[in-house]
């Protein structure tokens, strides 16, 4: 039987792994052996599910499009993270890693943050179970994106910068793993896509897994049938994309696609199509695509979109492309802009630019006429609303 789970060994076919250096040993290899016990503990499930619901809100309605589908002549439902608390997918992760960090005794929490949103979900859930919170963010990226860097310090969080490098996300999450081998006991890091070393993909895509649970059954609910013709999202690191998929991987009728972003154009050389560009290589402790140089060193990608912004993807995700269970599209700023601006017309709802990116395969024709499909709206577009209002000269 094909599987595009996790193998014992942290593998997804030739991607995944962790390629750590020996100091970081200790700190992977407790997650690796308890984390499959701790979710498997009914009392854990009882409380993460009890805070999914009365603190995110879930379950997230799936939302039946009229004029969407009116438009593109398809039935298409939205899957509404943007309802989540904190306006995205990203705290279902950070709930679950947190009461697992507490399971494991951990009275500190790190993480690293690229735009800023994965930081916000982080100091959340810190605030919520009372637990110190320090975030790591690229000195450029904290002057980019100064409300993202308000809300953490509001919610209680310390944002240390990162000045080395290329003062962004690659150089912020080496201060991280340099903090967690440095603070191996009390401290758990709380990693924000399904990216660096097994056992995090594995462990970040089942607690966003949550997202197709319930799609299947609400999809049964209102068309009889649990699976859907297409199965979309968008792919950054690729942990909205991984909880929206994962209880369909194995259902080979459901047609998967991934929208990655293409920057100004997959040729442009200011792109973060992974899939297009990338080659095997290693990042985050982990085998994955990744676009690089010739001479292996890693290329800076451009979007529009903060969230997509990351040279690398997922292990499970360069997987899904390998075998062709996933069709990877690459969807230029552009497309993903009208595509945003196209669904706060016809539906009354503003996307984050990352949702976007998976909105805009309807009007690149992805979704062949007549087809039943679900898109998942991983986020609002609050926090992008200045880059809306400067791409379409609002103001
Ligand atoms: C962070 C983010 C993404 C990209 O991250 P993934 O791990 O690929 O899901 C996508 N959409 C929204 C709204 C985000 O905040």
């Known amino acids: 039987m094909s599987s595009y789970h996790?193998?014992?060994?942290?593998?997804?076919?030739?991607?995944?792994?962790?390629?750590?250096?020996?100091?970081?040993?200790?700190?992977?290899?407790?997650?690796?052996?308890?984390?499959?016990?701790?979710l498997a503990d009914p009392a854990f499930q009882a409380e993460f599910r009890q805070l999914l619901s009365d603190y995110v809100g879930r379950p997230t309605p799936l939302?039946?499009?009229?004029?969407?589908?009116?438009?593109?002549?398809?039935?298409?439902?939205?899957?509404?993270?943007?309802?989540?608390?904190?306006?995205?997918?990203?705290?279902?992760n950070t709930i679950g890693q947190i009461l697992l960090a507490k399971r494991l005794g951990k009275t500190r929490i790190i993480a690293e943050t690229g735009a800023g949103q994965h930081g916000v979900a982080t100091a959340t859930v810190c605030a919520l179970m009372g637990l110190p919170c320090v975030v790591y963010m690229g000195a450029v990226d904290i002057a980019r994106q100064a409300p993202n860097v308000a809300r953490m310090k509001l919610l209680g969080?310390?944002?240390?910068?990162?000045?080395?490098?290329?003062?962004?996300?690659?150089?912020?999450?080496?201060?991280?793993?340099?903090?967690?081998?440095?603070n191996p006991v009390d401290t758990h890091y709380?990693?924000?896509?399904?990216?660096?070393?097994?056992?995090?993909?594995?462990?970040?895509?089942?607690?966003?897994?949550?997202?197709?649970?319930?799609?299947?059954?609400?999809?049964?609910?209102?068309?009889?049938?649990?699976?859907?013709?297409?199965?979309?999202?968008?792919?950054?690191?690729?942990?909205?994309?991984a909880g929206a998929y994962y209880h369909y991987l194995d259902r080979p009728d459901v047609k998967i696609l991934a929208a990655e972003a293409a920057g100004k154009?997959?040729?442009?050389?200011?792109?973060?199509?992974?899939?297009?560009?990338?080659?095997?290589?290693?990042?985050?402790?982990?085998?994955?695509?990744?676009?690089?140089?010739?001479?292996?060193?890693?290329?800076?990608?451009?979007?529009?979109?903060?969230?997509?912004?990351?040279?690398?993807?997922?292990?499970?995700?360069?997987?899904?492309?390998?075998?062709?269970?996933?069709?990877?599209?690459?969807?230029?700023?552009?497309?993903?802009?009208?595509?945003?601006?196209?669904?706060?017309?016809?539906?009354?709802?503003i996307p984050a630019i990352e949702t976007s990116h998976a909105l805009a395969l309807l009007a690149m024709g992805s979704v062949p006429k007549g087809s039943l499909a679900v898109i998942n709206l991983s986020g609002r577009g609050d926090k992008d609303l200045q880059t809306y209002i400067d791409y379409f000269k609002l103001a």
């Open 6 to 38: 996790v193998d014992e060994n942290g593998f997804y076919g030739e991607f995944g792994g962790a390629f750590i250096p020996e100091m970081l040993y200790p700190n992977v290899e407790e997650l690796r052996t308890c984390y499959l016990d701790i």
């Open 63 to 92: 939302y039946y499009s009229v004029r969407l589908s009116e438009k593109y002549g398809s039935k298409i439902y939205l899957k509404r993270e943007d309802l989540c608390h904190t306006g995205a997918h990203k705290v279902n």
């Open 157 to 182: 969080a310390e944002v240390r910068a990162a000045t080395s490098g290329s003062r962004t996300l690659k150089d912020a999450t080496n201060e991280a793993i340099r903090d967690w081998i440095n």
């Open 190 to 241: 709380i990693i924000g896509s399904v990216v660096g070393p097994h056992p995090y993909p594995d462990m970040v895509a089942r607690f966003q897994s949550v997202i197709s649970e319930e799609i299947q059954s609400q999809l049964q609910e209102a068309e009889g049938r649990p699976d859907p013709d297409y199965l979309i999202a968008c792919v950054g690191g690729g942990s909205n994309a």
């Open 265 to 349: 154009g997959v040729d442009t050389g200011e792109s973060a199509a992974t899939s297009a560009l990338g080659r095997v290589g290693i990042i985050h402790a982990s085998k994955t695509l990744l676009m690089q140089t010739d001479d292996g060193q890693i290329t800076e990608p451009y979007s529009i979109s903060a969230g997509l912004d990351y040279p690398g993807v997922g292990p499970l995700h360069a997987h899904l492309f390998a075998t062709g269970r996933a069709t990877f599209i690459p969807v230029t700023d552009a497309e993903a802009m009208q595509a945003g601006r196209e669904l706060a017309e016809l539906e009354g709802i």
